[in-house]
T-cell receptor, first 114, second 111 residues
Framework: DAGVIQSPRHEVTEMGQEVTLRCKPI?????LFWYRQTMMRGLELLIY????????DSGMPEDRFSAKMPNASFSTLKIQPSEPRDSAVYFC????????????FGDGTRLSIL | SQQGEEDPQALSIQEGENATMNCSYK?????LQWYRQNSGRGLVHLIL?????REKHSGRLRVTLDTSKKSSSLLITASRAADTASYFC???????????FGTGTRLTVIP
């Protein structure tokens, strides 16, 4: 199996621009997680979905952040408008669902907001 | 916060030596997991230990869990340069799909 696929791997854009990060989970996995990783705050859970339904978005920092999962094989994380403090590595992970199953991570999107 | 904390934050050892990393957490758990992250890559799941288990082995990895002390340790035996990475513990609560990740230990294995 191909693993979790994220795109783009790197994104550099100016503040105020809209940013869309994409994720394709592992086929058959029904839980999907979006994380943000920075040196200062470590790995933070932003939002997760079960069977395409958002379950917990309490980690989404502001209304500028939104996430969708229109089907079982695709999810997006959108930031609009972007700010320099949003610069981080954003990871998507998927699991088969159920209590505390191991998660499979993509290689992340390194986002730089100038 | 339910986030775990790893100790030490950084560890540097010679190739062939053993590396021990510790994780402490705050709440009752369903299971505890350890992950590795190589530079520029995503986290990779290494091993899972359930709350009713005390020790688990996988190749050169040995994990212990003490639920009374709310702590776990990861031992990597006979370390190799390729083991250089950050290691994270993650706790899973009963009834929840999500995990709570610790702050990580940066391991450097010197050839």
């Amino acid at each position: 199996d191909a693993g979790v696929i994220q795109s783009p791997r790197h994104e550099v854009t100016e503040m105020g621009q809209e940013v869309t990060l994409r994720c394709k989970p592992i086929s058959g996995h029904n839980s999907l997680f979006w994380y943000r990783q920075t040196m200062m705050r470590g790995l933070e859970l932003l939002i997760y979905f079960n069977n395409n339904v958002p379950i917990d978005d309490s980690g989404m920092p502001e209304d500028r952040f939104s996430a969708k999962m229109p089907n079982a094989s695709f999810s997006t994380l959108k930031i609009q408008p972007s700010e320099p403090r949003d610069s981080a590595v954003y990871f998507c992970a998927s699991s088969i669902g159920g209590d505390g199953q191991p998660q499979h991570f993509g290689d992340g999107t390194r986002l730089s907001i100038l | 916060s339910q986030q775990g904390e790893e100790d030490p934050q950084a560890l540097s050892i010679q190739e062939g030596e053993n590396a021990t990393m510790n994780c402490s957490y705050k709440t009752s758990i369903n299971n505890l997991q350890w992950y590795r992250q190589n530079s520029g890559r995503g986290l990779v799941h290494l091993i899972l230990i359930r709350s009713n288990e005390r020790e688990k082995h996988s190749g050169r990895l040995r994990v212990t869990l003490d639920t009374s002390k709310k702590s776990s340790s990861l031992l990597i035996t006979a370390s190799r340069a390729a083991d250089t990475a950050s290691y994270f513990c993650a706790t899973a609560l009963t009834g929840a799909n999500n995990l709570f990740f610790g702050t990580g230990t940066r391991l450097t294995v010197i050839p």
